[in-house]
């Protein structure tokens, strides 16, 4: 892989140059502990794991994630307000195709109503997003698509499995 993501449905190469991945939660959301077990997590399976932190502003995530071209960026909520803000984040991130195009995946607590509909899911991946993996679901989904990124199998998009109608 060279510094632009795989087209979608492509599969990411594991001999990525820089394999860092970019761990962060977004403005509203001032939890830790979400990001300490995603470090930890993508650092045993051998990513370079860069932690934003806390209530990281949009700016800040944007010129992080241009700059450091990651092999991955993992946006993680646990407030409840990932949905809405992921939709803003996202399209920041999106909003010049010439950039830099890595992988982005959004999870956790996403919505303060319980689990996203499908529609809400399919919303979030149409702004761009390549996984969304609710918290209310098993999270072996994640934990399969990090393997397979750190053995560059990967396949993306990720549709989250379950999601209510």
Same mark, same amino acid.
């Given at each position: 892989?060279?510094? !632009?993501?795989?087209?979608?449905?492509?599969v %990411?190469?594991?001999?990525?140059?820089?394999?860092? %991945?970019?761990?962060?939660?977004?403005?509203?959301?001032?939890h830790?502990?979400?990001?300490?077990?995603?470090?930890?997590?993508?650092?045993?399976l051998g990513?370079d794991?860069?932690?934003?932190?806390?209530?990281v502003? !949009?700016?800040?995530?944007?010129?992080?994630?241009?700059?450091?071209?990651?092999?991955l960026?993992?946006?993680?909520?646990?407030?409840g307000?990932?949905y809405q803000?992921g939709?803003?984040?996202?399209?920041?991130?999106?909003?010049?195709p010439?950039?830099?195009?890595?992988p %982005?995946?959004?999870?956790?607590?996403?919505?303060?109503?319980?689990?996203l509909?499908? !529609?809400?899911?399919?919303?979030?991946?149409?702004?761009?997003f390549?996984? %969304?993996?609710? !918290?209310?679901r098993?999270?072996?989904?994640?934990?399969?698509?990090?393997?397979?990124?750190s053995?560059?199998?990967?396949?993306?998009?990720?549709?989250v499995?379950g999601?209510?109608?």
């Amino acid at each position: 892989m060279n510094d !632009d993501a795989a087209p979608v449905g492509a599969v %990411v190469d594991a001999g990525a140059a820089k394999r860092t %991945v970019i761990v962060s939660s977004m403005a509203s959301d001032s939890h830790t502990w979400n990001l300490v077990y995603l470090e930890l997590l993508l650092g045993e399976l051998g990513f370079d794991v860069v932690n934003l932190g806390a209530c990281v502003p !949009d700016e800040l995530l944007r010129s992080e994630y241009l700059s450091r071209r990651p092999a991955l960026l993992v946006l993680s909520s646990v407030n409840g307000h990932g949905y809405q803000d992921g939709l803003r984040v996202i399209r920041r991130l999106r909003e010049f195709p010439q950039a830099h195009r890595a992988p %982005v995946v959004i999870g956790g607590k996403l919505g303060i109503g319980g689990a996203l509909t499908e !529609d809400e899911v399919g919303q979030l991946l149409l702004a761009g997003f390549d996984a %969304v993996f609710d !918290d209310q679901r098993d999270p072996a989904p994640f934990h399969r698509l990090a393997a397979e990124l750190s053995t560059g199998s990967a396949q993306l998009p990720v549709r989250v499995e379950g999601a209510e109608a």
